[in-house]
């Protein structure tokens, strides 16, 4: 089992950046696809960045350009640099394995953007 605890969250105006960072716990999390996910007030949760183990990364439309995930196997840490935020980026956001079988969320981090 893997503990994930995110933080680096806040409030930022439009156009601003902000970078979230992810603790994992537990010794197998070098192993694991890992995602961002995001989920903003009457909305489903959703994946908006994953990277492989092996660094190969992924994102949603919304947030291509913007968002660079990345990952320090060494540290069990997760981050997400986002960029040129928008006001529809305003959510929790949340860290967890890719795969189906995901493990206990953490307690996310709010981000908030003005505009």
């Known amino acids: 089992q893997v503990q994930l605890v995110e933080s680096g969250g806040g409030l930022v105006q439009a156009g601003g950046s902000l970078r979230l960072s992810c603790a994992a716990s537990?010794?197998?999390?070098?192993?694991?696809?890992m995602a961002w996910f995001r989920q903003a007030p009457g909305k489903q949760r959703e994946l908006v960045a994953d990277i492989t183990s092996g660094g190969l990364t992924n994102y949603v439309d919304s947030v291509k350009g913007r968002f660079t995930i990345a990952r320090d196997n060494a540290k069990k840490m997760l981050y997400l640099q986002m960029n040129n935020l928008k006001p529809e980026d305003t959510a929790v956001y949340y860290c967890?394995?890719?795969?189906?079988?995901?493990?206990?969320w953490g307690p996310g981090t709010q981000v908030t953007v003005s505009s």
């Open positions: 967890n394995v890719v795969r189906i079988s995901r493990f206990a």
């Open positions: 537990g010794s197998a999390f070098s192993i694991y696809a």
